[in-house]
């Protein structure tokens, strides 16, 4: 590759005009030079030899619209002399006509003299003193050499958006340069720095040290080529970004929208103007990646899928997003871009004609990997290494300290789960692979305490969430703290102080597994019905309050294992352990149940999203239940309520929904094993 200064760009190639697309992509077109219409003017003579030799004088100038200069020159041993050129008069040009060369053109209308003298418009249409826009792909140039970029011509100084380079040796010189756009937050760079891949000199690469809106996206701009001889885009990649992942995208004239003219740009002129697209894994260590025409998705343009062939690409780039978490007022108020450092570096950009990986490794979706050790395509591509387990010759293993239970690598020793064995759990702590008793109590100092709404306390499996979805309405505050962790059982509480119209405030809890996704691993969830699992919950607390209010269990079910952030749920299951002032569940009583020595009401209504099944305990209690067996209700359910048992319990909440008030509730003691 030829690097192209661009302050010398214009000296070397006279006419070289640029034009940016509506998609980033640059198009450069190569114009002829300055081009004159009729007769050339008269040309000045020779000049003869001053001392001795062949003849002397040179001849005069040539005829044409101008008097050209006589030769002249004296010779030593021949006669010189002045050749007097034979000229032709001056060319005058009338009206809004101009000479340019010897010829009267107008610039207004004149494709070859547009605007001023010696412009050619390439569309062959001049208005007005402009050209007429071309499309992207008005000329094209057919890929013969691969390599895109490699940097290694980088001249060290200039800026990496404003340097530019050649490729395509053998071929129509195809002229390249790096664009960006970001998100306008933090301190986003891109830069050409070493070292590259595989130790060279320099790569291409994007940084931020915070973005907080979406991301960002570096890309190579090019003259439109013709790459569809080759199978796909191979680069190298390594970095840190919030997602693990990225995309590359292929820009066409296809899939780009018109400039502003209508002329020039791409063709799309109607519906959503999309390149095709490939995401890619992202680790810190240099990865090659080989994304053949048929792994890209397809693009979008004038309401129709536009597959990429390679023919008509006039830019690549890569891009990157920040991950979402649901804001303040939970899930239901809306996600947001999470604040995150990023820095992706690219390397080697070629075309591959055959799309296969070097040194044994395997081509797995877009990526070249060692299945041998590779924790996420282990043995074969696609198979994932969960949790501690490791890829050892292929295969997913669990470390030597560590014992597998129920494809979970666990040391029994210590974990409460799995206590001296698979499927032992404790209530409370276990050490030395025997269970004993929880160090939670009464009365312990407050932790973490915390006022923001839709913060968040881990303890173990579980966590805390202060849950205001219903604050917007009301003024007041709510508070939420731990007081302690103890195997799988914790101890936290909360304090609300509201005033406002009547309804819930707030649903303060704590989660286990799902709540609008899954936000720890190793809860225990989800659990299939038909598995008949034995879950049992303990919950003592302290209540000090006289409002309208409730504290339950709230549990729900998908009909799949892993429901993510917009999988609603197919049936929500509450366990009422106390419910104060006018709080009442969804729809009416349907049944009464006796379950773990207590009688309870069955209510079921609807929210219009999803059935509601609301055991309500007939004797409130105010310092909760030391065992409360919710596989107990679940069976009830399938029953006798035509609850399917090949749906799956994903979640199990435990908390205290709040109308206006103010109160206080102390968990001392709450844990749930699932056996």
Request: net charge negative.
């Amino acid at each position: 590759m030829q690097s192209v200064p661009a302050a010398s760009q214009a000296s070397f190639y006279p006419g070289l005009a640029t034009r940016r697309g509506t998609a980033g992509a640059i198009v450069l077109l190569l114009v002829a030079g300055c081009m004159t219409n009729g007769t050339h003017g008269g040309g000045s003579g020779d000049v003869g030899p001053t001392t001795g030799g062949a003849a002397g004088g040179g001849s005069g100038g040539m005829t044409g619209p101008t008097t050209g200069r006589g030769g002249s020159g004296t010779g030593a041993s021949d006669s010189g002399g002045v050749g007097a050129g034979t000229g032709g008069a001056p060319v005058t040009c009338t009206g809004a006509q101009t000479n340019c060369g010897g010829a009267c053109v107008d610039m207004q209308s004149d494709a070859k003299n547009c605007g001023k003298c010696g412009t050619v418009c390439v569309s062959g249409t001049c208005n007005a003193g402009i050209c007429k826009k071309v499309k992207d792909c008005f000329t094209k140039a057919v890929v013969k050499s691969p390599v895109v970029a490699d940097f290694e011509s980088y001249d060290g100084s200039t800026s990496a958006t404003t340097w530019s380079w050649s490729w395509n040796a053998g071929g129509t010189a195809v002229y390249s340069g790096l664009f960006e756009s970001d998100d306008g937050t933090g301190s986003p760079m891109v830069s050409i720095a070493g070292p590259g891949n595989a130790g060279s000199k320099y790569a291409a690469g994007m940084s931020n040290p915070q973005a907080s809106k979406w991301g960002a996206q570096m890309g190579l701009w090019m003259s439109c080529v013709d790459a569809s001889t080759y199978q796909g885009l191979s680069f190298w990649v390594k970095g840190t970004v919030p997602t693990a992942s990225a995309a590359v995208t292929m820009t066409s004239e296809a899939t780009s929208a018109p400039d502003a003219t209508g002329d020039g740009g791409g063709t799309c002129t109607s519906g959503t103007c999309a390149a095709a697209s490939a995401t890619f894994p992202v680790s810190p260590t240099w990865t090659q990646v080989i994304v053949t025409w048929g792994a890209f998705t397809a693009g979008t343009a004038n309401g129709a899928n536009v597959p990429t062939t390679g023919n008509g690409v006039t830019g690549v780039s890569w891009n990157l997003g920040l991950t979402y978490a649901a804001g303040p007022g939970g899930p239901d108020a809306g996600f947001f871009p999470v604040p995150a450092p990023y820095s992706l570096v690219v390397d080697d950009v070629q075309w591959v004609s055959n799309a296969t990986c070097s040194g044994g490794l395997k081509l797995c979706g877009t990526t070249c990997v060692d299945t041998t050790v590779n924790t996420a395509n282990c043995g074969t591509c696609g198979n994932v290494c969960s949790g501690a387990h490791t890829c050892v010759s292929g295969a997913c293993v669990c470390p030597a300290n560590l014992t597998e239970c129920g494809g979970v690598c666990v040391d029994t020793k210590t974990d409460p789960q799995n206590c001296g064995a698979c499927g032992k759990e404790c209530a409370a702590t276990c050490s030395g692979g025997t269970c004993g008793a929880s160090t939670c109590a009464a009365n312990m100092p407050q932790l973490n305490k915390t006022s923001t709404r839709g913060a968040q306390i881990v303890l173990g499996k579980y966590y805390i969430t202060n849950n205001q979805w219903g604050a917007d309405t009301r003024t007041g505050t709510q508070s939420i703290w731990s007081t302690c962790s103890s195997g799988n059982t914790i101890g936290w509480g909360t304090e609300w102080n509201w005033t406002g119209p009547g309804g819930v405030v707030s649903y303060v809890s704590s989660v286990l597994g799902w709540s609008w996704g899954w936000t720890l691993t190793g809860t225990g969830l989800p659990v299939q019905l038909s598995a008949n699992k034995t879950i049992t919950c303990g919950w003592t607390y302290r209540l000090s309050a006289n409002q309208t209010m409730n504290i339950d269990f709230d549990m729900f079910a998908h009909t799949i294992a892993n429901p993510g952030i917009n999988d609603q749920p197919t049936d929500e299951i509450m366990v009422w352990l106390y419910r104060g002032g006018v709080a009442a569940p969804l729809g009416s009583v349907v049944a009464t149940v006796t379950i773990d020595g207590t009688s309870w009401d069955l209510w079921e209504g609807n929210n219009g999203r999803w059935p509601a099944h609301s055991y309500v305990r007939k004797t409130p209690s105010t310092t909760g239940a030391p065992v409360v067996t919710i596989s107990a209700f679940l069976k009830d359910l399938a029953a006798n309520r035509g609850l399917s048992t090949s749906k799956y319990l994903t979640s199990i909440q435990s908390g205290t929904e709040i109308d206006p008030g103010s109160g206080r509730l102390d968990t001392d003691q709450y844990y749930c094993t699932i056996q």
